[in-house]
């Protein structure tokens, strides 16, 4: 694996050319975007897209996103631009939106798992942007960590979740928006938000009229975006989240049963002993910190991680969705639910 330093906002010519080389041969490279580190490989190429599956270790039914360097470029992957469509681009590309349209035949099925559309989103980082009009092909990438980890927002989050299974590495340092990108289902008449990220929806409802959202809780097999598990974007350790007032018992609990405490606060005092990593009380703020600080908490040996619960707002729906999916089902610290 090569990993190459790279300026977020003036990124290296030559190495982006040597970048969108490997992608052109079908080789895989992780690249920044500004929600969270991609894998990317040609998207046209089936072979390609089955070494992202094989690297990430992504169960088959999990579709892929695709990026494209503009919205022009969607119709390479995409039969279908819907008046809609093109509003929601005005209003939010390029950015961490993801839209779902029907899919054109030369996508092979290994992107989409084999449905009949296909995810798609135009990325605002510069080196990604770079990337993308270097190769000039369709890019697809999932969050570049292993399947059910927590996805990277650092080059060195990649590098210790993929290692030697990526061939290169574009590490422009952490990236911003910090969560994944919002994904909105364009395929049927009514808009359906499957995956909510940082583009709140109240902004989308503002450029789409009324959306439909999926209920986090419904079995997998009944939803319209087959990866969207419950359980994802996990740290090692086990996550509870509890109020504020509760943040210091439920550290007092793991330490009682000599476990390592991590605490990820906004207004809770931190806790006696517990590794403590604080976050503002703003929903993109805390979004762009939220991964690294778990990875940190991660790597400082914790065996849970107790959060503050997050404010209730819609701009907090992104985060609230990432929390609930890290977290052990139900139980609190003491509870013995590892
Ligand atoms: O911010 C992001 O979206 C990042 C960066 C790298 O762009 N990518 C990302 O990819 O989070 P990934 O693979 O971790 O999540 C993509 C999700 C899948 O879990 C899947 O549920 C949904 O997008 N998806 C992809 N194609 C779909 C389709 N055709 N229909 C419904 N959902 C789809
Ligand atoms: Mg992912």
Redesign the pocket.
């Known amino acids: 694996m090569e990993l190459l330093s790279i300026d977020p906002l003036h990124p290296d010519a030559a190495a982006i050319a040597h970048a969108a080389e490997l992608l052109r041969a079908g080789r895989l490279v992780a690249f920044p975007?500004e929600?969270?580190?991609?894998?990317g490989a040609n998207a046209l190429d089936a072979r390609a897209v089955e070494r992202i599956y094989a690297a990430k270790g992504?169960p088959a039914y999990?579709?892929?996103?695709v990026?494209v360097a503009s919205a022009e470029l969607v119709s390479s992957v995409a039969t279908e631009w819907p008046e809609r469509a093109a509003r929601l681009a005005d209003a939010f590309w390029p950015g961490?939106l993801?839209m779902?349209l029907p899919?054109r035949s030369v996508v092979p099925d290994g992107v989409?798992?084999g449905?009949p559309?296909?995810?798609v989103?135009v990325?605002s980082h510069p080196v990604a942007h770079a990337l993308l009009a270097a190769a000039q092909i369709p890019v697809a990438?999932?969050?570049?960590n292993r399947s059910m980890m927590l996805?990277p927002t650092t080059g060195s989050h990649v590098a210790r979740s993929l290692g030697d299974a990526v061939d290169l590495i574009l590490d422009a340092g952490p990236t911003t928006?910090g969560?994944?990108?919002t994904?909105v289902?364009l395929?049927s008449a009514e808009p359906v938000l499957?995956?909510p990220?940082t583009i709140s929806l109240v902004q989308l409802e503002a450029v789409l009229g009324p959306v439909r959202r999926v209920s986090a809780s419904s079995s997998d097999a009944a939803r319209?975006?087959?990866?969207?598990l419950d359980r994802h974007y996990s740290p090692r350790a086990a996550l509870f989240i509890a109020s504020t007032a509760e943040v210091a018992r439920q550290c007092a609990n793991v330490q009682a049963r000599g476990q390592r405490a991590g605490a990820l606060v906004i207004d809770a005092p931190a806790p006696t002993a517990a590794i403590t990593i604080r976050l503002a009380r703003d929903a993109g703020e805390y979004a762009s910190g939220l991964y690294a600080a778990l990875h940190d908490l991660d790597d400082a040996g914790c065996d849970a991680i107790i959060v503050e619960q997050v404010p209730d707002g819609p701009a907090w729906l992104g985060v609230r969705d990432r929390l609930a999916r890290a977290a052990r089902s139900g139980g609190e610290s003491g509870g013995g639910h590892r």
């Open positions: 975007t929600t969270v580190y991609g894998l992504r999990n579709p892929l996103i990026h961490p993801t779902v899919k989409t798992a449905l559309s296909v995810a989103r990325p990438a999932p969050s570049a996805s928006v969560i994944e990108s994904v289902d395929t499957l995956r990220g319209p975006s087959p990866g969207m």
